[in-house]
């Protein structure tokens, strides 16, 4: 069984940062790609940044390039986003994920396991 819980959303003023963790349980974590997305209300899940299984490769939707970090501490089980320079429209509930392999994944269907989601809501 696979659990992902993510944390450190909140509420940040436009052109703050903000660091979101992703605990995952089990001792596999290490083997799979993870990714985080996003869905702001009344539009679909998108995707935001993801990481191959030994954070050697790293993708990023374009308008989070530059701004967002993701990385991952396979000793920790743990994921991360580093969100800088952060925009009104990077408001969302944000989600991690673990792919089904160890290869980066960019789309919804081809991730398995899904967390609970955390809360950023970016005020201008």
């Known amino acids: 069984q696979v659990q992902l819980v993510e944390s450190g959303g909140g509420l940040v003023q436009a052109g703050g940062s903000l660091r979101l963790s992703c605990a995952a349980s089990g001792r596999t974590f290490g083997n799979y790609a993870m990714g985080w997305f996003r869905q702001a209300p009344g539009k679909e899940r998108e995707f935001v940044a993801a990481?191959?299984?030994?954070?050697?490769?790293?993708t990023y939707e374009d308008s989070v390039k530059g701004r967002f970090t993701i990385s991952k501490d396979n000793a920790k089980n743990t994921l991360y986003l580093q969100m800088n320079s952060l925009k009104p429209d990077d408001t969302a509930v944000y989600y991690c994920a673990r792919a089904g392999d160890k290869y980066i994944r960019r789309t919804v269907p081809e991730y398995a396991y899904w967390g609970q989601g955390t809360q950023v809501t970016v005020s201008s």
């Open positions: 990481i191959g299984w030994n954070g050697g490769v790293t």
